[in-house]
């Protein structure tokens, strides 16, 4: 499985971003798919994540209420909207994969993605 990330970009704070990660290859409704993010000098963190058949999502909670993950399984693509962004929101966001992770869940463990994107940063200045 291949994921491309795209759609970051620089925005001001409050304002709104989508981005984007297509998969290719072995895809399907039974790859949970999630966003994570890393900041400079910091660690990767969890954002968000979503089953495989779009039925269950979670949160970081520090993302919840101002994010909203979906996927179309009929384009390969989940999506990542950002709304009312703030500056700490700055980071690389990373889409990931995993098959190991059944159809009606969704994980927030890093570990348990196989396949990750190469990223797409996110800027919001104050």
């Known amino acids: 499985v291949q994921l491309q990330a795209s759609g970051g970009g620089s925005v001001q704070a409050g304002g709104s971003l989508r981005v984007s990660c297509a998969a290719s290859?072995?895809?399907?409704?039974?790859?949970?798919m999630a966003w994570f993010r890393q900041a400079p000098g910091k660690v990767r963190e969890f954002v968000a994540a979503v089953s495989g058949n779009g039925g269950s999502t979670r949160y970081a909670a520090s993302v919840k209420g101002r994010f909203t993950i979906s996927r179309d399984n009929a384009k390969n693509t989940v999506y990542l909207q950002m709304n009312s962004l703030k500056p700490e929101d700055t980071a690389v966001y990373y889409c990931?994969?995993?098959?190991?992770?059944?159809?009606?869940?969704?994980?927030?463990?890093?570990?348990?993605?196989?396949?990750w994107g190469q990223g797409t940063q996110v800027t919001v200045s104050s």
């Open positions: 290859g072995r895809t399907g409704s039974n790859y949970a």
């Open positions: 990931a994969a995993t098959l190991r992770v059944g159809g009606s869940s969704a994980s927030s463990v890093a570990n348990d993605y196989d396949y």
